[in-house]
């Protein structure tokens, strides 16, 4: 018998306070699109589930939810509360990647070059964190 789980990414998700903005600025900074809509009543949330190939991410609008506090929307600052952070893709290239988000006018919260590695973190349009790592 083995304890080995046979375990793959199925999505992400993100609260955001409104659904039609946060569904346009994946689908223009991220290339992502909508896969299916549905409502998930007892939360009062109305969902989308993006897709972008293999990488899904669910979007909740959900009435009267509270905003992103603004120390969770800086990666130093994060990391002092405990919880999920944020998702992260492999990118090939961060430089390209950042002249690509520079001309979609992402809000870019945070740039690393360092020996251990390059990345980057963006803003969505309700400040939730993005991590994007050159391999």
Same mark, same amino acid.
């Given at each position: 018998?083995? @304890?080995? *789980? @046979?375990?793959?990414? $199925? /999505?992400?998700?993100?609260?955001? !306070? =409104? +659904? ?7 689908? $223009?900074? +991220? ?32 009435? @009267?939810?509270? !905003?992103? !506090?603004?120390?969770?929307? $800086? !990666?130093?600052? =994060? *990391?002092?509360?405990?919880? @999920?952070? /944020? ?6 290239? +961060?430089?390209?990647? *950042? ?8 809000? %870019?919260? *945070?740039? %690393? ?10 803003? =969505? ?11």
């Amino acid at each position: 018998m083995t @304890n080995k *789980l @046979n375990l793959s990414f $199925h /999505h992400g998700g993100v609260c955001v !306070p =409104d +659904l039609e903005e946060a569904i346009a600025w994946y689908q $223009h900074v +991220l290339g992502y699109c909508v896969e299916a809509r549905f409502e998930i009543p007892p939360a009062n949330a109305k969902v989308a589930m993006m897709v972008n190939g293999e990488l899904r991410f669910e979007i909740f609008e959900v009435t @009267n939810s509270n !905003p992103v !506090p603004e120390e969770r929307k $800086h !990666p130093q600052t =994060d *990391l002092k509360t405990q919880g @999920n952070k /944020h998702v992260a893709f492999r990118i090939p290239d +961060l430089e390209a990647f *950042l002249q690509i988000m520079a001309e979609k006018q992402a809000d %870019v919260a *945070l740039i %690393v070059r360092e020996a251990f590695g390059k990345s980057c973190f963006i803003r =969505d349009c309700a400040g939730n964190l993005i991590e994007f790592v050159e391999e």
